[in-house]
Every structure is written in structure tokens, then in C-alpha cells.
T-cell receptor, first 116, second 113 residues
């Protein structure tokens, strides 16, 4: 199993450009999440999904959109990139039983995005 | 809303010494608590989690954490630090009402030879 994969690994954008980050998981998880990680800020939840065709806002959703057309994929879009969106983006997935003794959120390797 | 506080963004520890990372939580319901580790240029990996089964939780790589309700704490410890423990560590809290986690700001651990 590949687990959680993210594409691309690195990207540099100019202000105002758009892009889509792809997250894919092969664990048949219902729940998927997008976080951003900034120095000294920990991880902050951008958007999440509790199943195919559903999305919901997290802590810092402004400037981002998401889609979950297929259960295994969760896309994060930036319509008009801004320098404040320079960050490392992590995708994660989990089953609904996150708080059982045997489950966790599984994280991808991250995408490092720089907006100039 | 649930939240966690991790004090001290950078923690230096000598090789062989005790590793102690502090986490205090705020939650209006019985919390689920997690510790994750992040090695350079990688995603987060679960170290251990508390789900009310036992207050002392043992995780991977020799780490353990103790849930103390009276102190609203879930501190992470390891008796003897190894060079391979150099990483960033995050405490997180979740509630049973949804599947979301709130992360602390992290502790960057540096192990001194």
C-alpha cells in the first residue's frame, strides 16, 4: 500500500496564479483532511471531508477550495495565490473510528508551496 | 472548542538524558489525546494516543505519556534520548463529536551528543 500520497512535492507560484494539489489514499478511508504547517504555528486545518461528495470548512479555509469527487482523492485548490499561502501543505486520511484504540490519521509527505 | 498548549518551541536534551515534552489540553468533554512525531521533510507519524483505556500510554520508540485529568496534562517522556529522536513533536486533541484534531504548535527537539 502506498498510504497517502501528495502531488506535487514542490511548487513555486507567482501571486495571482492558480493551482491544484492532489491527495490520494489507498486505505479506503472515509475521512480526509488538508492542513497547512507554518513555522511556530503547528498544523491548522483548512478543509476536510467526511465522505465522497462532501466537504467542510476547517480553521483556516479562506482562499482555498476543495473537492472530493472520488473517495480516494481529495483536491485542494488555490484560485488566486497570495504570498500568505506560502506554506507546507499536508493531506491526511482516517477511518470514522479515529478515536478508537487502533486508528489514527495517516499523513502524506507534504507539498512545499512558495508564492512569490 | 478543544485546544492544546505546548510550551517551549525548541527543546535541547543531551544524549542519554530524559526527554520531557509538556502538553496541556482544554476540552469540555473527555478528550482523546495524541502525540505525533515529524522527522525532517516528512509527514507526521503517530507516537501514541490516549482513548481512556489506560492513563499511562506506551508508544513507539520508547516513548510514553501519562494522562492526568486533574492537571489537564498529557506529557510525553522517554527515559534516555537517542540522536535519532531529533525531530518535531506535536500534541493534538480530538473529541468524539467529530473526527477533527487540534494540534499544538510543536516542540523541536535537538539532541546534543
Amino acid at each position: 500500500n502506498a498510504g497517502v500520497t501528495q502531488t506535487p512535492k514542490f511548487r513555486v507560484l507567482k501571486t495571482g496564479q492558480s493551482m491544484t494539489l492532489l491527495c490520494a489514499q489507498d486505505m479506503n478511508h472515509e475521512y480526509m483532511y488538508w492542513y497547512r504547517q507554518d513555522p511556530g504555528m503547528g498544523l491548522r486545518l483548512i478543509h476536510y471531508s467526511v465522505g465522497e461528495g462532501t466537504t467542510a470548512k476547517g480553521e483556516v479555509p479562506d482562499g482555498y477550495n476543495v473537492s472530493r469527487l472520488k473517495k480516494q482523492n481529495f483536491l485542494l485548490g488555490l484560485e488566486s495565490a497570495a504570498p500568505s499561502q506560502t506554506s507546507v501543505y499536508f493531506c491526511a486520511s482516517s477511518s470514522p473510528g479515529l478515536f478508537s484504540s487502533t486508528d489514527t490519521q495517516y499523513f502524506g509527505p507534504g507539498t512545499r508551496l512558495t508564492v512569490l | 472548542a478543544q485546544s492544546v498548549t505546548q510550551l517551549g518551541s525548541h527543546v535541547s536534551v543531551s544524549e542519554g538524558a530524559l526527554v520531557l515534552l509538556r502538553c496541556n489540553y482544554s476540552s469540555s468533554v473527555p478528550p482523546y489525546l495524541f502525540w505525533y512525531v515529524q522527522y525532517p521533510n516528512q509527514g507526521l507519524q503517530l507516537l501514541l494516543k490516549y482513548t481512556s483505556a489506560a492513563t499511562l500510554v506506551k508508544g513507539i520508540n520508547g516513548f510514553e505519556a501519562e494522562f492526568k485529568k486533574s492537571e489537564t496534562s498529557f506529557h510525553l517522556t522517554k527515559p534516555s534520548a537517542h540522536m535519532s529522536d531529533a525531530a518535531e513533536y506535536f500534541c493534538a486533541v480530538g473529541s468524539g463529536g467529530n473526527n477533527r484534531l487540534a494540534f499544538g504548535k510543536g516542540n523541536q527537539v535537538v539532541v546534543i551528543p
